[in-house]
Every structure is written in C-alpha cells, then in structure tokens.
C-alpha cells in the first residue's frame, strides 16, 4: 500500500472526474475503506466481487485485508487503467472485468464462498441488489454502501413509512444489518444526502419457499397502491387473502414479509 500514490494524485493523472451518469461518488478515505473491508469479514477464501471501484480506494482496502481473489467489475475506462497500480502492487490477486455491473452474471464470477463488497453506483444500487437477490445461492454476504435513504427502505419494518416491496423482497431473502453511516463529506464529489454500509446475510433454504417470481408478482401487486385494501390491490392476480388468513381489508404495509411468503405460496399452487 505504501508504494501505492495517494487517491487524488491517481484522479488528477487519469482525468478522473466523476461522472453523474455513472452515479460516481469516490471514497478517498482509506481508513473508512478500511473499516468497510473489516465490515465484511474473512475474505481469505473463495472471491470478494467489487462493484465500480472507481480509483481503488475500496480496491487497495479489500486486499490489503486479505482478499485472496478480488474481481472489480468497472464500466469506466480510466478507472481501468488507473486500477493497473494496484493489480501490479498484489501480483495475481486482482482481476479486472470491463464491462456493466447490470449485465454481469456475479454468481458465475471466480469460486465459492463469493462476496459482493462495494460502493454502490447509487442510480443503479437497487436493480443490482434485486438482481443478485433474485439468485442468492452463490453468495456468501454483502457488505454494500447505499444512500442512507435506500438503505432505511431494505431495513424498514411493517407500519413505517419506508416499508415496501424492496423491503420485503430483501428480508425474505436475507437478514439485513445497517453497520454505520457516513456523512456527505466522505466522498467525491459530495452527494445530496448521507450514506449507509449495509450486511446481507442471505438466510439459505430459498429453494423450500415461493419462487422468485411469485414473490415479485405480489409484492408489485400489493404495494402498486400503498393505501389499497389486498382484496382490490391482489385482484389482478385473482388471489384471495381470506384464503391464507390474512384480513382482506389490511393494506400491503401493514403485511409481515412471512404474509408476503404465505400469500406467494398461494398464488404459485395456484399455478
């Protein structure tokens, strides 16, 4: 790490600027990255994935921690060549993928255990995690950074004014823990609002319960209307929530995530 420039000195000499269309907030303080790699636990087996490292700051961290094989997955180009330092610092254990972190398959990159750990693209940190959630079987965990606000709505709990599909569909299929919060003044630029590092513990036994798509079904019904009773919201999808014990007159967020699996269940033996 020492033979490695300052984060700055590597921005100004590739013409880094962050780009808004990227959704690009680099974290220069290599003591939070630090912290992040910590967050995320042993990363001495199988592969760690990281998502848009930008300058490597997150990058340098992961290694530095232990990360045996490390894939950064990076769709700007000078990003690439600035990360050349760092695969050249930790000789075989770096791999970089050009390419879209939304049309990557991460569950078919390196061995198991895999491990997602990053600094979210914030414009497409909800579609990612969705996507990685809807086949979590090759995961181990994810240590993710996310705009506090996005963050707040994986955590939410029934009744509060942040529960809502992507709540539901993450704590189905994970145990969700907010670590710490970081302030605006972390990152470059700025963004409008605070951030939050995350853990997701995918909860196993995915294959017993409803699938995927069902989940996805229901849960789009029934939020489609936040204030619609489940007996108009889920008519659409011809599905009874008398049928399962659950009060047709309730709304969606008033609903534990196992109504959600209950109503899934149902709408899937249906067929």
Not at 101 to 125: C, D, F, K, Q
Not at 240 to 265: C, N, S, T
């Amino acid at each position: 790490m020492t033979d490695l420039p300052p984060l700055r000195e590597v921005i100004a000499r590739h013409e880094i600027g962050a780009r808004k269309s990227l959704g690009q907030h680099f974290l220069l303080d290599l003591n939070v990255c630090r912290k992040i790699a910590r967050a995320a636990g042993d990363l001495t087996a199988g592969c760690v994935i990281e998502i848009g490292p930008g300058p490597g700051g997150l990058t340098r961290a992961l290694l530095e921690a232990g990360a045996a094989h490390l894939v950064a997955v990076e769709r700007d180009r000078r990003c690439i060549a600035a990360l050349a330092d760092v695969a050249a610092a930790f000789p075989g254990r770096l791999t970089l993928i050009d390419g879209d972190a939304m049309a990557v398959r991460a569950g078919e990159i390196g061995t198991a255990p895999r491990r997602i750990v990053a600094n979210l693209p914030y414009n497409i940190s909800v579609p990612l995690v969705m996507g990685w959630l809807a086949d979590v079987a090759p995961f181990a965990g994810f240590t993710l950074m996310f705009q506090k606000e996005v963050a707040d709505r994986l955590a939410a709990r029934p009744r509060t004014k942040d529960y809502g599909r992507v709540s539901v569909l993450t704590q189905w299929r994970c145990e969700v823990r907010p670590l710490f919060n970081l302030g605006k003044e972390n990152f470059t630029p700025p963004p409008k609002v605070a951030s939050t590092v995350v853990a997701l513990t995918p909860r196993g036994g995915e294959a017993a319960g409803p699938s995927w798509a069902a989940m996805d079904a229901v849960t789009r019904a029934a939020f489609a209307q936040r204030r619609k009773m489940l007996r108009g919201a889920l008519k659409s999808l011809r599905l009874d929530p008398e049928a399962v014990g659950i009060d047709p007159a309730a709304r969606a967020e008033e609903l534990a995530v196992a109504d959600f699996v209950a109503l899934a269940d149902a709408y899937e033996r249906r067929g």
